[in-house]
């Protein structure tokens, strides 16, 4: 039985399926270290437990198609479940454990989700979606934790214990859906991105065939697993054989522990993730000669970052990178990371990227323009919603909104989000670049850019900061920008708060600062 599903793989392209494979090759290998427990799985271990999840979800009665939510911190129980799902032929639904219920409800609600595994960290919020009653479809609940603190709930390991370790007859594949992720909703409501086997695969191809992946590597997560841009390495890993060492949420003095004692040669960090280990790390004591290089997106990486690393012989990989894409879009590799700083390098090695103006014609070389990205692994559509699915995709290319210039070389450099550029002077502005600008200054620790009303300019920049140093003015701060930008780039208003608001994936709350600072006008 065993190898005739192996042997078939090939034809059914079963994502979960991948692990079953990877644990037959390597079962020996440790797949998954989990610092929180001090626990170490081989991947015939973690394929096991995952086949009992599998054998449990369908003695639940979860076919084909069913939607399967998981409010789950990072941990070997979200690995082991996203691929259970994927092996029965359910559809996983990674949920934001920062939202509150009533946002749970609509993704709930939307998705049509039927058993939902939580963490018990989240008992709370559970407890309230359960007593809403119908609300929501979900009639079967999972808790994961020492014990059950849910009435209702059953116990996931003694749910999935008193289930077979026997690989799963599998179901779906190809265009079959496997996850339904939501949108931050930076704009609105949040989209459910869908994803089937086949867009799985195709993401994680392109990005192993693109990325400085080898054999042996160890790679460290701290992002939030219900983020494409973490979930794409972990998927990436199983395939590849890497081992995970996985942190239940970020923590900047753990992380360089764990670089130094689990010797992470490759891992994931958003900027502000990246500023946040500087300041902590004390060269007496955290070894870090074992790390290759760190994959970072979300948001561009200013350059002065990029040589900080660098000057600690760590190269930043900047990537770009999207939900509708499963993660890939474009990558700078290691021979271009430090001579083309700034720049997000060329499109995965089965994506393509365009740049074009709003007539949707290719722009001239290093001119802006938006994105367009088109290859096997965008996504299927969006959930129940087939308008702004075909408005996001045309003709085959995924219209992402966010705008980039690209050289002769078809380097592509993000420069911001459409929907964030202001307009100074009939000029437009994006504050993305002012933001790389003023993130160079010593004493400032972050630092978020909009627009605001200016009677002169029509929109002027304003600056929230959060300071390092509590001697800095806005003063030095719009005398730091003198120079550095053309006088309509100049910051004319600048704001200090103790921290921004950002999404779990690390980008700013553009939205939250315009309304917190509603009221500010320039001349």
Request: glycine residues 8%.
């Amino acid at each position: 039985m065993f190898c005739a599903i192996i042997c078939d793989m090939a034809v059914q392209q079963n994502v979960g399926q991948l692990l079953t494979k990877r644990a037959y090759r390597a079962p020996d290998v440790e797949a998954v270290y989990e610092p929180a427990t001090d626990r170490r799985l081989s991947f015939s271990e973690l394929n096991q437990r995952c086949n009992q999840v599998s054998n449990a979800l369908r003695s639940t009665g979860v076919q084909l198609g069913d939607r399967v939510a998981l409010l789950l911190m990072n941990g070997t129980e979200f690995v082991e479940t996203f691929f259970a799902v994927a092996k029965v032929g359910g559809v996983n639904v990674p949920l934001n454990w920062r939202l509150v219920a009533d946002e749970l409800e609509f993704i709930l609600a939307d998705a049509g989700a039927t058993t939902m595994v939580f963490g018990s960290e989240f008992a709370e919020v559970v407890n309230e979606l359960k007593g809403r009653g119908d609300k929501t479809a979900i009639t079967t609940w999972i808790e994961v934790g020492a014990g059950v603190s849910v009435d209702g709930a059953v116990d996931y390991d003694d749910w999935m214990g008193a289930a077979s370790s026997d690989e799963p007859e599998p179901s779906g594949s190809g265009d079959d859906l496997m996850f339904i992720m939501y949108t931050s909703g930076t704009t609105g409501l949040p989209k459910g991105v869908m994803h089937s086997h086949d867009t799985v695969l195709w993401s994680i191809l392109t990005a192993v065939a693109t990325a400085d992946f080898r054999d042996g590597d160890r790679y460290l997560i701290s992002l939030p697993m219900f983020h494409v841009g973490a979930l794409n390495p972990v998927l990436c890993c199983l395939y590849g054989g890497s081992a995970l060492v996985i942190l239940k949420a970020f923590d900047p003095a753990k992380s360089w522990e764990l670089i130094r004692d689990e010797k992470i040669t490759v891992t994931l960090m958003v900027p502000v993730m990246l500023q946040f280990m500087l300041a902590v790390r004390d060269p007496e004591v955290h070894d870090a000669s074992s790390l290759r290089w760190v994959m970072s997106g979300a948001a561009p990486v200013a350059k002065t970052l990029i040589e900080q690393y660098d000057a600690l012989g760590i190269e930043i990989h900047q990537v770009y990178g999207l939900t509708e894409t499963g993660g890939p879009g474009c990558l700078i590799s290691s021979a271009d990371a430090i001579e083309r700083a700034g720049s997000t390098g060329k499109a995965f090695f089965f994506t393509q990227v365009r740049v074009v103006n709003d007539a949707g014609d290719d722009v001239g070389i290093d001119e802006s323009g938006e994105v367009l990205i088109a290859g096997p692994n965008v996504m299927v559509g969006y959930w129940n919603r087939p308008e702004a699915t075909a408005e996001a995709i045309v003709d085959g290319w995924l219209h992402t909104g966010d705008v980039a210039t690209m050289d002769a070389g078809g380097f592509v450099t993000i420069v911001d989000r459409v929907k964030d550029m202001l307009i100074s002077g009939g000029e437009n502005v994006y504050p993305a670049e002012i933001e790389s600008v003023l993130l160079a200054h010593p004493k400032i620790a972050d630092a978020g850019v909009i627009g605001v009303p200016s009677d002169k300019w029509g929109e002027s920049p304003l600056a929230a900061i959060v300071p390092s140093d509590e001697s800095l003015t806005a003063q030095d701060v719009i005398e730091f920008c003198t120079g550095k930008l053309a006088p309509f780039k100049a910051v004319k208003a600048v704001e200090f708060v103790t921290e921004l608001p950002r999404n779990p994936s690390g980008k700013i709350l553009k939205r939250e600062l315009r309304a917190q600072f509603a009221d500010t006008t320039t001349d």
